[in-house]
């Protein structure tokens, strides 16, 4: 039996994105870790984020806007061959609620948190945001809640 490659770990800032400037950044890492969340290669999630990128569908607003038809057929472009639907659908769902109650922000959310595990929680009541999808986007958080300790 062949010994299975190890899952690679993935950064902020390997995308070009570094979240503690603002909102902008911390949304597309957050898009790209709810991709990576989901079952399907991370090398797919990656294509489909730079879709959503260029096609400028990068902040909870821009995800609504479109019906839900287009959507999947970005993920399709991006090559997701099964779950296209489900995740645009959940996608559409998760951005609600984000709109709903933090204003759209991640940053008004961390901002509102306490805690490290407080953010973890309340992540994880956005839908289809599991510990795994946490986990991933909270590697990045760990300086700013080191910054309010200073």
């Keep these: 039996m062949m010994a299975r490659r190890p899952k690679p770990v993935h950064h902020a800032v390997d995308f070009g994105l570094d979240i503690t400037t603002g909102d902008d950044d911390m949304f597309r890492w ?31 607003w821009a995800i609504l806007e479109p019906p ?38 991640l940053l008004l959310m961390f901002e509102s948190c306490e ?12 839908y289809g945001v599991g510990p795994k999808t946490a986990e991933i986007f909270m590697r990045e958080t760990e300086e700013l809640f080191a910054r309010r300790v200073e």
């Design 115 to 126: 805690t490290e595990d407080e953010f973890s929680k309340r992540l994880q009541k956005l």
């Design 30 to 60: 957050f898009l790209l870790c709810y991709l990576f969340g989901k079952p399907i290669q991370s090398g797919v999630a990656v294509n489909t984020w730079k879709l959503f990128i260029t096609k400028k569908l990068d902040t909870p």
């Design 68 to 105: 839900e038809y287009k959507l999947t057929r970005v993920l399709r472009e991006g090559g997701y061959a099964r779950y296209e639907h489900v995740t645009a659908r959940g996608l559409r769902t998760c951005m609600e609620q984000l709109i709903r109650f933090y204003d759209g922000s």
